[in-house]
């Protein structure tokens, strides 16, 4: 078994969750007493928010390049970015460390074509659904089409993101907002919705949906359990 490189606290409400489905996974696979061999380096989520509002993502790199190497030299054989956002320095992080980078969005492309699906609807912060460090990917690399909500929809949903979820909290009027912006984009052709944010997952699940859900923490640690046990 390989080890996992976590690198959390972005925010720890979904990196608690990345722990449990990694530990889950392997011990599905593997029975008995296995658990997951991992190493998890967590930042103050405090020190990193400012630095994405701040479009401060020269800074917000370093100290992505920084865990990636504690958890390499903590003997991690891949990282694992545990947040859709700060994937935004994902490929600046895979040239600074010399083990791979497990990228979530690979992953989720993965998972919605085994559904034969080739249009998404994305959920994510700010930074994830307009920037093009993701969606870009989702599209150049793997051939998705990506629709992504309107203005006023983008903003409710990262402040949601940011102000509740963050913070483990769940609010029914947050949820009920979610869903009327997920039956929005299926309106608009999305065939299913990416939850492009590990917290998203802690309040809107498939039942929420009438289209599939690709809960991106559930389908990055699932990834994870894959490449540690696969033989390299």
């Known amino acids: 078994m390989k080890t996992i490189g976590l690198i959390g606290g972005m925010s ?46 020269t800074e917000a790199t370093e100290e992505m390049i920084e865990a990636a190497r504690h958890v390499q030299d903590g003997g991690a054989d891949f990282v694992v970015l545990c947040t859709n956002t700060m ?39 700010r930074f994830t659904m307009e920037d093009d460090f993701y969606k870009g990917r989702l599209t150049e690399k793997h051939g998705l089409e990506v629709i992504v909500p ?4 983008r903003e409710a949903v990262h402040q949601i993101i940011y102000d509740e979820l963050c913070l483990g909290e769940i609010a029914q009027e947050s949820k009920e907002r979610y869903k009327r912006i997920m039956e929005s984009l299926v309106d608009q052709r999305a065939q299913g919705i990416v939850l492009g944010c590990t917290e998203i997952g ?28 696969r033989k390299w």
């Open 202 to 229: 802690l309040l809107v699940s498939q039942e929420d949906s009438s289209v599939p859900v690709f809960d991106t923490t559930k389908i990055h640690a699932k990834a994870a359990v894959e490449w540690a046990l």
């Open 87 to 125: 994937h935004k320095t994902a490929d600046e992080v895979q040239k600074q460390i010399s083990i791979p980078l497990l990228h979530i969005a690979d992953a989720t492309a993965q998972a919605v074509k085994a559904h034969g699906l080739g249009t998404v609807g994305l959920l994510g912060t």
């Open 150 to 153: 309107t203005e006023e929809e």
């Open 12 to 57: 720890w409400e979904s990196s608690l969750v990345y722990y449990r489905l990694v530990n889950e996974g392997v011990k599905a696979r593997l029975g008995g007493l296995h658990s997951a061999k991992c190493v998890m380096y967590s930042v103050d989520f405090a020190e990193i928010e400012p630095l994405q509002h701040g479009g401060k993502w």
